[in-house]
């Protein structure tokens, strides 16, 4: 294997002039906060998914941690999750004062454990939400979700986050729950300047709350930017007639987006569908070719009905392999290789979460598993396939000398 002068990116966001113009035209506007483009933005992005409502914010954690907010929770109540995984999946959870119950990953999909959730949700009758990943857009048994969601009165929340473009039974992910999530964040699919989150909601009067919460939690957002001119003495405040502006009826926060990341947003849905088709032949590229090694590594598998568009392609080493992953994944990496560990592993071993107290349905072996053992392989669009069997080769090479 001839070693590579340039790196291979893990990950790397395509675009050019239109999204830089796009940018530009908005700072000519003269209006650089939340506007029209903003709310273009939602709308697009709402019908994309088959979605009637969508907030943007600042990250794709922020959206998460919203999402969980507008459920309207007593504190305390039990809302379910995923032990491992990326960690702002779980922290909203504790954030909001609401008690976490985590359940382990299954380790096919990736995903969360279905048949720990239904013994979660049998034990527990009193959860009142759960919230998951599409892992790597890997898509959740939404049928299977939905049934217990109705038969146990769950509250559905999708972190679709990973999982944009990704369809299961001829919808697309983020189409099923009460809300879904999506990042935006440099290294996603798509991305607006760098970073971003969008909340997806079912209904008006929670897709109202989101954008309220997203601005400090003030009153009549309805109103719409581009007629938000001059004092208004539309509220009232203890009694006093007040400006809907400084009014606020809950305790917020600020995740609003200066509209420049709109303006730069709408552009790349343009070219979502030819990220969606990159992503999935480098992936198909990647297991064709790598599916010889079964012997040394679990390879994801998705469901029948899926049409996933990847976020990255997952290796898992199968026990008792004769290498270790810190001697693969550095020898990746000196081979300009980059790659990434599967996020977190299991959260709950990570020092900030081992406190935490957690309401565990079984055990967490499988969270462990991946916690040691899988890490995370590039599938972008700005990869060539000179470069994927660059890294074939690499592979093979490294099992080749350590087997
Ligand atoms: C599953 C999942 N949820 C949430 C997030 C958080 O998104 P952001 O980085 O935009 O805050 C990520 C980040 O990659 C993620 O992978």
């Avoid at 004062?97 to 279905?114: R, Y």
């Avoid at 939905?146 to 473009?165: F, R, T």
């Avoid at 971003?196 to 954008?211: D, F, H, M, Q, T």
């Avoid at 599967?342 to 991946?370: H, Y």
């Amino acid at each position: 294997m001839k070693k590579r002068k340039d790196q291979i990116f893990f990950a790397k966001a395509v675009y050019d002039g239109k999204e830089i113009n796009a940018v530009v035209d908005c700072l000519k506007y003269g209006w650089l906060g939340t506007g029209r483009l903003t709310e273009r933005f939602e709308k697009r992005f709402a019908k994309y998914i088959g979605m009637p409502y969508a907030s943007l914010v600042n990250s794709g954690s922020s959206a998460n941690l919203l999402a969980i907010r507008v459920l309207n929770l007593p504190e305390g109540s039990k809302v379910l999750t995923c032990a491992a995984g990326f960690p702002s999946t779980l922290s909203p959870i504790w954030h909001s004062h609401l008690q976490v119950v985590a359940v382990d990953v299954d380790l096919k999909s990736l995903n969360i454990d279905l048949d720990r959730v239904e013994q979660a949700v049998k034990k527990h009758k009193d959860i009142k939400a759960i919230i998951f990943a599409h892992t790597l857009g890997n898509p959740v048994d939404m049928k299977r979700i939905m049934h217990l969601a109705s038969k146990y009165k769950l509250q559905v929340i999708e972190d679709n986050c990973d999982g944009l473009g990704s369809e299961i039974y001829g919808r697309k992910t983020g189409s099923f729950g009460n809300f879904s999530t999506c990042s935006f964040y440099a290294s996603h699919h798509m991305t607006l300047a760098g970073a971003g989150g969008i909340v997806l909601s079912k209904n008006e009067k929670s897709a109202y709350r989101v954008k309220s919460l997203r601005e400090w939690g003030k009153e009549q957002i309805t109103l719409g930017y581009d007629k938000d001119h001059g004092v208004y003495f539309d509220s009232i405040s203890n009694g006093v007639p007040y400006d809907h502006r400084y009014s606020y009826s809950e305790i917020g926060y600020n995740f609003k987006v200066p509209e420049i990341m709109a303006a730069f947003g709408l552009v790349q849905m343009d070219r979502l569908e030819n990220f969606h088709r990159d992503r999935r032949k480098n992936f198909k590229y990647l297991m064709t070719k790598l599916n010889k090694l079964g012997d040394y590594f679990h390879f994801v598998e998705t469901l029948p009905q899926a049409n996933p568009s990847w976020f990255n392609f997952p290796l898992t080493l199968r026990d008792k392999v004769p290498f270790s992953r810190k001697d693969l994944v550095e020898f990746l990496e000196k081979n300009k290789i980059r790659t990434r560990l599967f996020f977190a592993g299991n959260i709950l071993r990570q020092s900030g979460f081992k406190s935490l107290p957690v309401i565990l349905v079984g055990g967490l072996e499988t969270a462990d598993k991946v916690h040691r053992d899988s890490f995370l392989l590039g599938v972008h669009s700005s990869q060539t396939k000179e470069m994927l069997d660059y890294m074939i080769d690499a592979i093979e090479e490294f099992i080749k000398t350590n087997k």
